[in-house]
């Protein structure tokens, strides 16, 4: 049974580099067909995806976000990376990383929690 697991600071000042690690267990990611994503939801709001990593490395971004994102793997930790650079508290979110199949995430990490505040 795959789980992914989000980490990273709770905290981070604005104009700074938002950093953001989903270590995933019971499956690998350079498993076929499954791409893996960056999900989040600021309070108040509905959920927003920011991008994906596939099984193969390749990358895709939110038109929104891309400018600002990049998503890398390890795949000798079987871990993935968010970056999201000059944050803003607009960016203050729970943020989650989820497997995606067809374009669609079907298991979710548990989220972690990210404020952007000086």
């Known amino acids: 049974q795959v789980q992914l697991q989000e980490s990273g600071p709770g905290l981070v000042k604005p104009s700074q580099t938002l950093s953001l690690t989903c270590t995933v267990s019971g499956d690998t990611i350079t498993t076929k067909p499954y791409y893996w994503g960056w999900i989040r939801q600021p309070p108040g709001k509905g959920l927003e995806w920011m991008g994906s990593i596939g099984y193969d490395g390749s990358t895709y971004y939110s038109p929104s976000l891309k400018s600002r994102t990049s998503i890398s793997r390890d795949t000798s930790k079987n871990q993935l990376t968010l970056q999201l650079s000059s944050v803003t508290p607009e960016d203050t979110a729970v943020y989650f990383c989820?497997?995606?199949?067809?374009?669609?995430?079907?298991?979710w990490g548990q989220g972690t929690q990210v404020a952007v505040s000086s």
């Open positions: 989820a497997r995606e199949y067809s374009g669609m995430p079907g298991t």
